[in-house]
């Protein structure tokens, strides 16, 4: 059984920073792109960024390009993402996914194989 489990999220003050993870197990990690999503309340679920299966490669919503980092290590089948110079308006809850298709899909796919049920980061302003 499939199961991703993220965790890391609080309450932090606007401009603080904070790092999620995603604790992966059922699967071949490795072999799965990584995703990272956002919901806030009352708006749809948005992309916030994508690793490769290797991690050589990663994408970033805009909203959050230069603030966020995701990163994952393999031999932990765990994925990251560290959040820097946080706002009010990053306030969701984070969720991560998994998919074997490419990362470079994650942006726009609307399904992913596996999710966790998220985390929640409330941004203080």
């Known amino acids: 059984q499939v199961q991703l489990v993220e965790s890391g999220g609080g309450l932090v003050q606007a401009g603080g920073s904070l790092r999620l993870s995603c604790a992966a197990s059922?699967?071949?990690?490795?072999?799965?792109?990584m995703g990272w999503f956002r919901q806030a309340p009352g708006k749809e679920r948005e992309f916030v960024a994508a690793?490769?299966?290797?991690?050589?490669?990663?994408y970033y919503a805009d909203s959050v390009k230069g603030r966020f980092t995701v990163s994952r290590d393999n031999a932990k089948n765990t994925v990251y993402l560290q959040m820097n110079s946080l706002k009010p308006e990053d306030t969701a809850v984070y969720y991560c996914a998994a998919t074997t298709a490419s990362s470079s899909t994650i942006a726009t796919r609307t399904n992913m194989d596996y999710w966790g049920k998220g985390t929640l980061v409330t941004v203080s302003s």
């Open positions: 059922g699967l071949t990690f490795g072999s799965y792109a």
């Open positions: 690793i490769s299966g290797g991690g050589g490669t990663t």
